[in-house]
């Protein structure tokens, strides 16, 4: 097989990922790899083309006309499924995304009648594709993905911290990720009693916060830093209102970190029975979980296994095994 595979310079951490991921595995079973940039005419001499980036962004104009079979991977609709005030922020980011949505459903008004199939993170991202594209939920593919379980384990460093701690992950620009509601519910756990909260933001210019316990950390980590402060947290805090998958829930499992996250999108999809589900619209419930999870050394083991076993289940070798099936499911298709 040769694949022609879109590949952007530049591109969000989490969409790299999964292309340099899925690739090295298709090198490796054999598959040929005709990169090509945006910049770029469309390869002709290959068999099938992936368009590994799409989601909140425009839909390349160099796939119009295009001849061969083709397959294209969606990191998630956000704007279409949020209201604009957690989509974005203030109203320069509101229309933003509103010029977004409008000329993404330009884009695939011609697309979903080229494209093969389309792949995802999850089962909600699968019908969120189907309802908001017009595309048929018959060629939507969820599948889910890795992560590095040689850095993400139970068995390594842990942040050796003075007390103990919640840790965050989060973006602090995006509304989605519920960074205020976490530090209200925080701030409503008994102050003598608490635990510390450790916020680790990207895109954070602003100060330490004032709130007694929370400690913001903006620097970057490598990875292997990272599962070092999951593995040394009391539990790790993502309630967030919109995910298509959730590479944290995974990573801060694998590391045998409990969790806490949402029951909205594609959150207890990816968690399964091995987290705390909480309303994330909710600071009580986001509250009444991190106090379980302060008292209850019971529950906290019953998460640390849970988690260690629903964490082996997401490999990159599982998920680059689907990707090639489909790839040659789409191959056989297209010669019948």
């Known amino acids: 097989m040769r694949l022609g595979v879109l590949t952007r310079e530049r591109d969000h951490l989490s969409l790299r990922l999964i292309r340099e991921q899925i690739t090295e595995y298709l090198l490796q079973a054999g598959v040929e790899i005709i990169p090509f940039s945006l910049s770029d005419r469309l390869p002709t001499d290959c068999d099938l083309i992936w368009e590994p980036g799409l989601g909140m962004r425009r839909v390349p104009s160099l796939f119009k006309g295009n001849a061969l079979p083709l397959v294209a991977t969606m990191s998630g609709l956000r704007a279409f499924s949020l ?125 330490q916060s004032d709130i007694p316990g929370v400690k913001i950390i903006s620097q970057n980590f490598t990875l292997a830093e990272l599962a070092a402060w999951y593995r040394g947290a009391l539990g790790f805090v993502f309630p967030s209102l919109y995910e298509n998958f959730g590479f944290p829930i995974i990573e801060a499992m694998a590391c045998g970190c409990p969790v806490i996250t949402a029951n909205v999108t594609a959150c207890p999809e990816v968690a399964g029975d091995a987290a705390l589900l909480v309303n994330p619209r909710s600071v009580d419930a986001i509250r009444g979980a991190m106090a379980r999870l302060m008292r209850d050394e019971r529950l906290r083991r019953d998460l640390h296994q849970k988690g260690l076993a629903r964490a082996a289940q997401f490999t990159w070798a599982r998920s680059g095994r689907a990707y090639l099936d489909l790839f040659e499911h789409v191959l056989a298709k297209e010669r019948m």
């Open 83 to 207: 209201p604009a005030r957690e989509a974005a922020v203030g109203k320069r980011g509101w229309l933003r995304e509103k010029f977004n949505k409008a000329r993404i459903a330009y884009g695939w008004r011609w697309l979903r009648h080229q494209v093969s199939a389309v792949t995802t993170g999850s089962e909600f991202g699968a019908d969120e594709i189907a309802r908001v594209l017009g595309v048929s939920r018959d060629i939507v593919f969820p599948i889910y993905y890795g992560i590095d379980h040689g850095v993400f384990c139970e068995d390594g460093p842990r942040y050796q911290a003075e007390r103990p701690y919640f840790f965050v992950v989060s973006i602090y620009n995006q509304p989605r990720k519920n960074v205020q509601r976490i530090l209200a519910a925080y701030t409503q756990l008994p102050e003598k009693t608490r635990p510390d909260l450790v916020m680790k933001f990207t895109h954070y210019r602003g100060a």
